[in-house]
């Protein structure tokens, strides 16, 4: 009985031990599996090569080349004087050349209120327009009004004018240098007209424009052709 008793006590032992040993088996299994995903690498010495960290640098600041100012147009001051002398260039050629004006007459009309200028051009002669009620007709000077030159373009007879009635190229880039005493006056090209009034009509038309020239002449037998200039320089050239 004694023995038949030990038997059955060491049954009931071993499947505890099974489970107690299954259990030990099982935890140092995920002991294992769990040391391996942590350890070290191996291979150390065989990292993979740094990547050099990119630098960025900013782009140098653009800057637009300072352009240098042009130089200021000399305006001394010229006093209103009779022109001694008037040249007109085109593209840099000589288009008129006038060495010598004068001036012009003026009359009252049988009512005694109005002044009618009339321009003193006989045969070849250029005349400034001028009275001092017009502000049409003054003087050129740096602080004028309008300056009105006129002259005659005859045929078959050529007069000072005769090359601004005759002349078909480009007036863009036209001039017009008057001469007073001790100082020079240039004027740059602004516009052309046809009319068919006389030059002191046309002239009252542009009246009271400040700095500006007009030169006129014959075109043909019943139109007048004015060319108006701008004051761009005055300059005071000495006595």
Known sequence: MGTSAGNAARRRVWPGLLVIFFVVVVALGGLFVVYQLTKPSEQLGAQSPRL??????APPATTSPVVPAPPPLPHDFVAQAMPTGLEITCGGE???AVSSLTTTGEKRTQSG??????PDIVGDTVAVLSHRLAPWAVMPGSEAQTTTIVGH??????MAFN???EYHGDTNDCKAVVTVPGSILTYGFEQSELTSKKWVSEAEMRSGRDNTLLVATCYNDTQTIFWEFTLVSSENVGS
């Open 153 to 158: 373009a005859n045929y078959p007879q050529r």
């Open 94 to 96: 000589l288009l008129v």
């Open 163 to 165: 090359p601004i009635a």
């Open 113 to 118: 209120n109005k002044v009618v200028i009339t």
């Open 52 to 57: 050099t960290p990119i630098t960025t640098t």
